[in-house]
């Protein structure tokens, strides 16, 4: 038997007031800019930082909503995507080395 979701009533989610969330959009959004530049010339490196980039502020969302012991999972997790961002900026070489090292910088 499906259980019926709650009507939506189109009010923000809380977690996206926080600051936490949003500096991880921010920084996802950085890693989608390095991997568009980077993915000509590399495109295994820019798949793994969209990839990586797009878990940090799903987690971060479930580790903010939730209030059991998933939330420890979501910060573990979290923390894993944050790390394969920074390895994945790592690799990036040539002209975008800068900007792949301030992304590793702020990961």
């Known amino acids: 038997m499906s ?3 709650p009507p939506y009533d189109g009010a923000r989610p809380a977690y996206k007031e926080h600051p936490l969330w949003n500096e991880a959009m921010a920084l996802t959004h950085a890693a989608y800019e390095l991997a568009a530049r980077v993915r000509p010339e590399d495109p295994l490196t ?3 930082l969209r990839r990586a980039a797009v878990a940090i502020p799903a987690h971060v969302a479930g580790a903010l909503s939730s209030d059991d012991d998933s939330r420890r999972d979501h910060v573990s997790t979290a923390l894993s995507a944050l ?3 920074s ?3 790592d690799r990036v070489r ?3 080395r800068a900007a792949a090292a301030e992304l590793a910088r702020r990961a």
Do not use: I, K, N
């Open 87 to 89: 390895r994945q900026a």
């Open 3 to 5: 259980e019926e979701l």
């Open 46 to 48: 820019a798949r793994h």
């Open 83 to 85: 790390a394969e961002v």
């Open 94 to 96: 040539g002209v975008e």
